[in-house]
Nanobody, 129 residues
């Protein structure tokens, strides 16, 4: 059983930056796609960014492209989400998720959450205006 632990959430003002971390308990070849999802109150969970850890390929939702960057450490144990130019609409609970390699590029599309195999508990990000 893979465990995912998020950290780095908190409060920031509009235009600020924040970095989230997701550390997994073990690296396994069957879970080579790590994604960040977010869910705001009253809204569906949506994919924000994904990384295919074996190759380092990255994918982004249109709403965050150019502002957010997903990356990983050399050991492929920790995945980061660097968030810049934050807006109030970025306020949400952010979740780390692990899934199979197939379809990693579409985890940020509708329905991506249905293919997640393991979820972290989430970390809250609040952006004030």
């Amino acid at each position: 059983q893979v465990q995912l632990v998020e950290s780095g959430g908190g409060s920031v003002q509009t235009g600020g930056s924040m970095r989230l971390s997701c550390t997994r308990s073990t690296y396994t070849n069957s879970l080579e796609c790590i994604s960040w999802f977010r869910q705001a109150p009253g809204k569906e969970r949506e994919g924000v960014a994904s990384i295919y850890t074996a190759a380092g390929s990255t994918y982004y939702a249109a709403s965050v492209k150019g502002r957010f960057t997903i990356s990983q450490d050399n050991a492929k144990v920790t995945v980061y989400l660097q968030m810049n130019e934050l807006k109030p609409e970025d306020t949400a609970m952010y979740y780390c998720a692990a899934s199979a390699r197939r379809g990693c590029g579409t985890m940020v599309a509708d329905g991506g959450a249905n293919r997640v195999l393991h979820w972290g508990n989430g970390t809250q990000v609040t952006v004030s205006s």
